[in-house]
C-alpha cells in the first residue's frame, strides 16, 4: 500500500501538490466567522414539538427505544420526554420514556453488572459486548431521571448496580477515576492467552468466566467520560437512587482530573494514558468538567468545585468561543496541529453541552454575559436552512426559555433537619432547580443581592431573580411552595 501511493505522488506530485494548497485554504475559511443568519430560525416551542413529533414517529413500540438496529440508548431523548411529561396532557411522553429504559436494560450483564455498548438487534437482545464508561453513565443517568419520576425500585437497583460495576471494573482505586473501557472479548490484546469471543462469553455464569479469564480494562482516564459519570452518579444521589456516600467516588474523579490533567494554560487534556497528559483544550472535555463541578458544588456547597468550574468558563470563552458568529471550537487555533484540531469546526453536540454549562453557571452566579452566551450558541445552532431535531438541542432550548427555581439550604450540612430540607430540594418537582449550600445565615450567606439570616436555621428559601420567599422550615412544603412559584409566583 504504502509503495501504491508512493508511486502515485511521483506520478501525480503536482496535481496532489494543488489539491492540497486547495484543503489548506479550506481549512484556514473554517475560522472566518460571521455572524448567523436567523431568518428562517424555527422558534424554540417548534423546535420542541418537532422532535417530540421525530421521537414519536420512530419509537420502537414494541421493544422500547428509537429507531432500528443497532440500537443506542438515547439519554437525551428520555430527559427531554420526562421534562416535557411534567407541562403537556400527553401520557405518551412519561411512558415512551420509561419504555426506552426498560428497552436499554436488556443490555446489562446479569451476572457482574455494567451495560454493554450497544445492541446489534432491535430488540436488545444481540449486543455489542464492550462496556465503555461513557456509556454507563448515560445509562446511569437515565436510571435517576425515570427513579426520580416513578419511584420504582427496580430503577434504583439497576442504578446501584451500575456504580458497582464501575467501583468493581473500572475505577482506578489508587489515584481515583474511572477507566475507560472494557473489552469485549478475552485475549484480544494478549498473543498468550485463550480467546473468547464475547458472544460466547457474556453468556456464561461466574465460575466458567473466571475459569477462561478476564476482558481487558483500558486503563486511559478521559476526562469527558469521567466527568459525565461524576454528573450521573451525583444525580443519582438527587434523585435518591444512590446513597450519599457514593458521593466519595465522584469528588474523587474530579479531583483526578484537575490534579493530572490540568494543562499549563489551565485547560484540561482529553485523556490520561501511559503516565502522560493527551490533546489538551478540546471543547467536550472543559464543558463535560464544568457541569461537574457544578453539580458536586451544588451538593457540597464547597466553592473550591464553583472555583474551578469558574476558572473552565473563563478558559473556554477567551480561548474557542466564536463571538462574532456564535458557538464555541472544537480546539484552539494552532497551526501546528493536524487532522481535525486543525480546523475551526464547531461540533453542535460540544456546543449543547457548552451552552448548558454557561447557563447553569448564570443561574448560580448571575453574569448576564453567560446568558448571553448560551443564547448566541442556541441563535447559531438553529441558524440555517434545515435544524435537525435533536433532543438535546431541544431540551437547551426548553431552559434557556425557563426559569428555575432557585433554592438555597442554610443549616449545617451534619445535622438531619438541614439534610431532609436539601433532600426536598433536590427532588422537588421543578423541571431545573439550582440549590446553593450555606452552613449558616449571615455576611458569609450571599446570593446575588440576598442575604440569607441567622435564624431561623436550618431553614429553606425559595428565590426568583430579585428576591426570595420567606424562609421554609418543613420539608413537606417544599414542593407545594415550588408549585406555586411555577404557576406564576414572585420573581
Not at 456509556?135 to 425515570?146: E, F, K, Y
Not at 431553614?459 to 411555577?486: H, S
Amino acid at each position: 500500500m504504502l509503495a501504491d501511493v508512493r508511486d502515485f505522488y511521483r506520478t501525480n506530485r503536482r496535481d496532489v501538490e494543488r489539491k492540497s494548497e486547495e484543503a489548506e485554504r479550506k481549512v484556514a475559511a473554517t475560522w472566518r466567522s460571521e455572524a448567523p443568519d436567523t431568518s428562517g430560525s424555527i422558534p424554540a416551542q417548534t423546535l420542541v414539538t418537532k422532535t417530540l413529533g421525530v421521537l414519536r414517529d420512530g419509537e420502537d413500540r414494541e421493544n422500547g427505544g428509537f429507531g432500528n438496529a443497532p440500537k443506542f440508548h438515547n439519554a437525551d431523548a428520555v430527559a427531554l420526554l420526562l421534562r416535557e411529561a411534567r407541562s403537556r396532557p400527553d401520557p405518551w411522553l412519561r411512558r415512551a420514556a420509561v419504555k426506552a429504559v426498560d428497552g436499554a436494560l436488556h443490555l446489562e450483564d446479569s451476572v457482574w453488572g455494567g451495560f454493554y455498548r450497544y445492541a446489534t438487534s432491535a430488540d436488545w437482545k444481540e449486543a455489542h459486548y464492550e462496556k465503555l464508561l461513557e456509556g454507563n453513565a448515560a445509562l446511569l443517568r437515565s436510571l435517576a431521571d425515570v427513579y426520580r419520576e416513578t419511584g420504582n425500585r427496580r430503577y434504583r437497583e439497576a442504578a446501584r448496580r451500575t456504580v458497582r460495576y464501575a467501583a468493581t471494573w473500572l475505577k482506578d482505586q489508587r489515584r481515583g477515576g474511572w477507566f475507560g473501557s472494557q473489552d469485549a472479548d478475552v485475549g484480544s490484546r494478549d498473543e498468550r492467552a485463550r480467546f473468547s469471543a464475547g458472544e460466547d462469553y457474556y453468556i456464561l455464569g461466574e465460575r466458567l468466566r473466571r475459569t477462561l479469564g478476564f476482558p481487558h480494562v483500558d486503563s486511559t482516564i478521559y476526562t469527558d467520560a469521567n466527568s459525565r459519570m461524576a454528573s450521573a452518579v451525583i444525580a443519582g444521589v438527587r434523585a435518591g437512587a444512590l446513597p450519599e456516600e457514593e458521593l466519595a467516588s465522584a469528588r474523587g474523579a474530579l479531583d483526578r482530573l484537575w490534579r493530572d490533567l490540568k494543562a499549563p494554560d489551565g485547560s484540561l487534556a482529553h485523556a490520561w494514558a501511559g503516565g502522560r497528559r493527551l490533546s489538551a483544550g478540546l471543547l467536550t472535555d472543559q464543558v463535560t468538567a464544568g457541569i461537574a463541578f457544578l453539580d458536586a458544588y451544588e451538593v457540597s456547597g464547597d466553592t473550591l468545585l464553583l472555583g474551578r468550574a469558574r476558572l473552565l468558563k473563563h478558559w473556554i470563552r477567551a480561548h474557542l468561543e466564536d463571538s462574532t458568529g456564535g458557538g464555541f471550537r472544537y480546539a484552539p487555533l494552532d497551526s501546528t496541529s493536524i487532522g481535525r484540531a486543525r480546523g475551526g469546526e464547531r461540533p453542535p453536540e460540544g456546543n449543547v453541552d457548552a451552552a448548558t454549562f454557561l447557563l447553569r453557571s448564570y443561574w448560580l452566579e448571575g453574569d448576564p454575559g453567560d446568558r448571553a452566551s448560551a443564547e448566541h450558541v442556541l441563535a447559531w445552532l438553529r441558524s440555517g436552512e434545515t435544524m435537525a431535531a435533536d433532543p438535546a438541542t431541544a431540551l437547551l432550548a426548553e431552559r434557556i426559555r425557563g426559569v428555575p427555581a432557585r433554592i438555597a439550604v442554610v443549616g449545617s450540612a451534619r445535622g438531619a433537619a438541614a439534610r431532609a430540607l436539601r433532600e426536598a430540594a433536590f427532588r422537588t418537582v421543578a423541571p431545573d432547580v439550582v440549590v446553593r449550600l450555606f452552613d449558616s445565615g449571615g455576611p458569609g450567606a450571599r446570593w446575588g443581592d440576598v442575604e440569607f439570616p441567622r435564624k431561623p436555621a436550618p431553614a429553606l428559601y425559595l428565590c426568583g431573580e430579585r428576591a426570595c420567599a420567606p424562609p421554609i422550615t418543613n420539608p413537606d412544603e417544599v414542593d407545594r411552595k415550588v408549585e406555586a412559584f411555577l404557576r406564576g409566583g414572585f420573581q
